[in-house]
């Protein structure tokens, strides 16, 4: 797991769990915020997964 990959899944980690604080105290503008986090998250996941996919074939 790379550097991108696991600042990824803490972020979407974070932004459920800001998402579901939101929730419980009705608040809309925290849970649009953890949605935000959980999107910016998975794609920087998906960044490290590329980067591993280069790694593996020898272009990085």
């Known amino acids: 797991m790379n550097e991108d990959q696991f600042k990824g899944k803490a972020k979407n980690i974070g932004g459920k769990i800001q998402e579901e604080v939101g929730d419980l105290i009705d608040s809309k503008s925290q ?4 949605i935000a986090k959980q999107v910016e998250g998975k794609a920087q996941e998906k960044v490290g997964d590329l980067k591993e996919i280069a790694k593996d074939r020898g272009n990085c």
């Open 31 to 34: 849970e649009a915020k953890g």
